[in-house]
Nanobody
Framework: QVQLVESGGGWVQPGGSLRLSCAAS????????MGWYRQAPGKERELVAT????????NYLRSVKGRFTISRDNAKNTVYLQMNNLKPEDTAVYYC???????WGKGTLVTVSS
């Protein structure tokens, strides 16, 4: 049974930082690229960042490039999203997912406001 458990969200002021974690289980983690997605209130879910199976390549949504960093620890079946210089428009529920698997976790809420 595939499980994805996101954590690390919370409230932060503009310019602040958060580190999200996603613990994955129920599939062979190293067989899959992983991604972080987000869904802001009233908007569609969007892909924020992806990382290949062995961390050789990552890709980012243009609006977060240079501020967010995706990484993974294959020994821990965990993927991370380091978010720096957060902006109010980054407010959303953040989800991790293997792009080629149709499973979603419950997400973790990130709120950026003063």
């Amino acid at each position: 049974q595939v499980q994805l458990v996101e954590s690390g969200g919370g409230w932060v002021q503009p310019g602040g930082s958060l580190r999200l974690s996603c613990a994955a289980s129920g599939f062979i983690f190293t067989d899959y690229d992983m991604g972080w997605y987000r869904q802001a209130p009233g908007k569609e879910r969007e892909l924020v960042a992806t990382i290949t199976r062995h961390s050789g390549y990552s890709n980012y949504l243009r609006s977060v490039k240079g501020r967010f960093t995706i990484s993974r620890d294959n020994a821990k079946n965990t993927v991370y999203l380091q978010m720096n210089n957060l902006k109010p428009e980054d407010t959303a529920v953040y989800y991790c997912k293997a792009p080629s698997l149709d499973y979603w976790g419950k997400g973790t809420l990130v709120t950026v406001s003063s």
